[in-house]
Structures are given as C-alpha cells and as structure tokens.
C-alpha cells in the first residue's frame, strides 16, 4: 500500500469562508503519483469543516443562513463554551458540516460526480 500525507494551510480573512480545495487536492493526488485508491481530506482545526458540494454561490448563501439559524453566533452568552471563547457557535456547525471527506482516486483523477467540489 502506498500512503502520502501532505498538509494545507488556508487563511480565511471573515468568522466564516467557503474556499474550494478541490484544485489543491487533486495537485496532492498528482504529486502522490496514487493512480487508484482513496483520498482522505480532513480539517484539522477544530472548528473548520470539509465537506463535497455545489461551487454555487447562492448554495453557499443558503448554507450560511442555514447554519446561522441553527447555531446562531449571537448572544455569545446562550453558550456555555463561551465562558472562555466566542466560537461555540463554530464548533456546532461544524458537526453539521463535516469533518472529513474521503473520495476516490481512478486513474490519478478524483472520481466524483461532475459538479461535487470539495470545500
């Protein structure tokens, strides 16, 4: 079995960001030389999330408000994580979103529907 590990740094400049990797993971796909097999993208940051979506910018319009009604990030103070921080908020919605996605590798390319992009 082959493996290959590589890390991504993103810096998002808002409380929250929608920012499509799937061009950096494919560039680790190639660089990994993996011809078959499975790519496994995770977020290693407690309150960031990886998940397989439309590009679609009124999608990621709907999944705020979605997301801002579920878990809303004001009063800080409905919180009780917020005792030390301000992101209780951030780490609900990322329940929701997502940890990781794991998507398959078929002759050195993502193998996933035509719109799937991975943010």
Request: negative net charge; hydrophobic residues 40%; glycine residues 6%.
């Amino acid at each position: 079995m082959k493996s290959y590990r590589k890390e991504l740094v993103f810096n998002v400049p808002s409380r929250r960001g929608f920012i499509n990797i799937t061009d950096q993971v494919q560039a680790c796909v190639d660089e990994s030389g993996i011809k078959e097999g499975l790519v496994l993208v995770n977020a290693m940051h407690i309150t960031a999330s990886v998940f397989i979506n439309d590009d679609e910018s009124g999608l990621h319009h709907d999944f705020e408000v979605w997301l801002e009604k579920l878990a809303p990030e004001k009063p800080y103070s409905q919180y009780r994580h917020n005792d030390f921080e301000d992101n209780a908020d951030a780490h609900l919605k990322r329940q929701i979103m997502g940890r990781e996605v794991v998507v398959a590798i078929t002759h050195g390319r993502l193998d996933f529907g035509p719109w799937e992009q991975i943010f």
